[in-house]
DNA sequence: AAAAAAT
């Protein structure tokens, strides 16, 4: 998180420095897009998109040279656990190195980060107190030794706090009031079961407000607080115990069951069923197609059934696009075209090379100058298309002209904002904008939470150009008067979909508002859709809205498979996907389970560390960091990792549970197969999901073959694509 | 269910 503005000093060593020079590199488009889609039209209002349609066969080599070499690391992690498990606990040194005692250490652990997050609000406090401290004993000293020096110091101090606190707190309220209502309500809605209950409450209770509002001005704050402060702090000791809970129960449970599991299942499965496995599989096999017979039928019914929810949703997208003309780029017309012809400069072309973009990929080379021009842009481009690069360098040379000629001055209030909906794809984002932002003296900085605020606070009042960050954190510094956005002429929502969802479109909202009259938006994603039209109705002009032709799975690199399981061979069955070479990323629908998992694969020999959001933020960047230098193999995440995030190599994705939107299996999927590279994509479901999931990939127009499996099932090592651990040291 | 601000 360090998030420095300063020019000279070189960045502290970044988690994916090296890595990420490769990233964003862009996407997997080929020379032979097949899929045009409809012709290439220039709209009227189009600004020129300075692409010399030279149609000359597009290259890709020039993205794959940097190879990411972890084998050393893999290496020593593949030939035993045991030499990990050596490893890691000098590392871990305190906790000295007794498996036995990781138990103890996974008791530990909760405390740990209870510490570790103490810590950061121990920081705030403490810089606070030491502020007070200090500014008091000033005062005393100045006080007693410099009355006129006092006076002139309190004046201008009492002046500035007195007006600006009165201003904050004038304005404030009237932000807070329409905070307050519309943040309870999602609160609300979120705690989930009240949400009728909480209206009618509601209701009464806003319609009581505003007389009781101004009265009770004083007295709401001081509830709300005391309902915030009592709320986490049980959430947090629920989490506290409830993992020791589990992690005790699971214990005996799981040193139970893999003895009788495994005893049980060689006799009976192995013993009797490998002989009917083979031959049921032919009929397995026939299944899918009985299955896929009988689709067309429930899609029928389903028509039937959803006529309200699906052709709404449909009109709605038909409405967006059609509206807002969306425009296919065909990679052919624009595989000539360097970043200098699309209007960037020499400076910005340069850093873009740097990063491993020595030209432009379709969806740059289609947004970049409009962006330029100061249009408002909508853009789909895949996963792993070169997105970031595209809004960042456009957005980066749009506010080196509106400088122009301008004075840097200190304590200068940003004038773009980048929006993403979690830390490490802000911080991620920061890392590809940074170097381009510095390449033409702006400045930029992330604003996101997790970490203590005075650095970010600091760097503000240096002076920023770029603030790049999540909606928390931002409208928390917009409150405390720290950030100032009405400079903001240029915003950008990166997984602008997902930031429509509930939860995120409010806050979005509020700070959208916050920026200045006009300022030109932004909206990426590789799914977006008639999610965005709540912010497009508000926020966006005439906007253009941009598409890459030919993204079809006949284009993509990425290889998908559905295994039908049995719920209680599912843990064998990820022992054995993740035991192989290369970086395995695993998703979890929920925090614990995915805690649970990375444990299970620690036990089983594996370097594992997991990725959600009960971790702090500094575990999080270290866990992160970790499966990205290869130190650790396999990566278990909830969905905090699903958009956006890009670590090198990643050659495995595993669906430990299947998501629930097409979307979320999309961009899950999008961590492997990057910029060309080939992946593979696993998802793990029962047979009583077979049929959703078969709906979600055809909504995802991704065609898997579904192979019902059991552990030690061949096709369980050849989806590995290689010898495991148990093999090598057999 | 998860994510995003702390206190």
């Known amino acids: 998180m360090p998030k420095n503005k300063k020019p000279a000093g070189g960045r502290p060593a970044q988690n994916f420095d090296p890595r990420y020079a490769k990233k964003r590199t862009g996407g997997p ?20 998109r300075a692409d010399d349609r030279s149609g000359g066969p597009r290259r890709e080599g020039g993205y794959e040279r940097r190879e990411g070499g972890y084998a050393g690391p893999r290496r020593e992690s593949a030939g035993s656990g045991r030499f990990d498990r050596d490893d890691r606990r000098p590392a871990r040194d305190d906790r000295a190195g007794r498996p036995a005692f990781n138990r103890d250490d996974r008791g530990g652990r909760p405390p740990y980060n209870r510490d570790d997050r103490r810590p950061a609000r121990d920081d705030r406090p403490a810089y606070n107190r030491d502020d007070r401290a200090g500014r008091p004993a000033f005062n005393r000293d100045d006080r007693g030794g410099r009355p006129a020096f006092n006076r002139d110091d309190r004046r201008p101090a009492r002046d500035d706090r007195p007006a600006y606190n009165r201003d904050d707190r004038a304005g404030r309220p009237a932000f807070n009031r329409d905070d307050r209502g519309g943040r309870p309500a999602f609160n609300r809605d979120d705690r989930g079961g009240r949400p009728a209950f909480n209206r009618d409450d509601r209701r009464p209770a806003r319609d009581d407000r505003p007389a009781y509002n101004r009265d009770d001005r004083g007295g709401r704050p001081a509830f709300n607080r005391d309902d915030r402060g009592g709320r986490p702090a049980f959430n947090r000791d629920d989490r506290a115990g409830r993992p020791s809970f589990d992690r005790d129960d699971r214990r005996p449970s799981g040193a139970d069951r893999p003895r009788f599991s495994r005893d049980d299942r060689p006799a009976s499965n192995r013993g009797a069923r490998p002989a009917y496995d083979r031959d049921a599989r032919p009929a ?22 959803r006529p309200a929810r699906s052709a709404a949703q449909e009109q709605q997208i038909d409405v967006v696009h059609e509206r807002l003309e969306a425009q296919a780029i065909q990679a052919t017309d624009v595989a000539e075209v360097s970043f200098g012809d699309l209007g960037l400069g020499d400076n910005i ?137 009405s400079q903001i002429g240029v915003a950008v929502l990166d997984e602008a979909d997902h930031m429509c969802e509930l939860g995120f479109l409010e806050p979005v909202q509020r700070i959208l508002r916050l920026t200045a009259d006009g300022s030109q938006r932004l909206l990426f994603s590789a799914t977006l859709d008639r999610e965005v039209a ?78 959600h959001g009960d971790l702090n933020q500094a575990k999080r960047t270290r866990n992160i960091e970790k499966f990205a230098k290869g130190r650790a193999q396999v990566l278990v995440a909830t969905d905090v990792a699903a958009r956006g995030i890009h670590v090198d190599d990643i050659d495995l994705v595993v669906q430990a549970d299947a998501p629930t939107e097409y979307k979320t299996y999309l961009h899950r999927a999008g961590r492997t197969g990057r910029a060309g590279r080939e992946g593979r994509v696993v998802t793990l479901v029962t047979r009583q999901r077979q049929r959703k999931m078969d709906d979600l990939l055809r909504r995802a127009e991704i065609d898997a073959p579904f192979d019902q499996v059991r552990p030690g099932d061949e096709l369980i090592s050849e989806l590995t694509g290689g010898p495991t651990v148990a093999d090598l040291t057999a």
């Open 29 to 48: 488009f080929r020379g032979n897009d097949s899929g045009s889609r409809g012709p290439r039209r220039d709209e009227a209002g189009r600004p020129a």
């Open 534 to 611: 709540a912010l497009v109705d508000e926020f966006l002009v005439n906007p253009a809205v941009y598409e890459v032709a030919g993204e079809t799975q006949e284009t993509s690199t990425i290889e998908h498979h559905v295994l039908v399981i049995d719920q209680r061979s599912k843990s064998d069955i990820l022992d054995q996907l993740v035991d192989r070479e290369g970086k395995t990323l695993v998703f979890s629908r929920t925090r614990a389970y995915a805690e649970q998992l990375a444990e299970q694969f620690e036990d089983a020999g594996l370097t594992a560390v997991a990725l």
């Open 349 to 485: 072309e340069r850093a873009l090379a740097e990063l491993g973009a020595p030209r432009p990929f379709p969806i740059q080379a289609a947004t970049i100058p409009p962006i330029i021009e100061g249009r408002d842009v909508l853009a789909r481009g895949r996963t792993g298309s070169g997105k970031t690069i595209a809004f960042g360098a456009a957005l980066v040379e749009r506010v080196l002209r509106q400088k122009a000629g301008q004075k840097r001055e200190f304590g200068r209030s940003p004038v773009a904002l980048i929006l993403a909906p979690t830390r490490e794809l802000a911080l991620q984002i920061d890392r590809t904008v940074q170097p381009i932002a510095r390449s033409v003296g702006l400045f930029t900085t992330q604003i996101y939470g997790g970490v203590p605020q005075g650095r970010q606070v600091g760097a503000l009042k240096k002076g920023v150009d770029i603030v790049i960050g999540t909606p928390g954190r931002i409208e928390d510094l917009q409150a405390q008067g720290k950030l100032d956005l």
């Open 284 to 305: 397995r096999d026939s299944r899918p197609a009985f299955a896929r017979d009988d689709r067309p039928r429930r899609d029928d019914f389903r028509r039937d059934e």
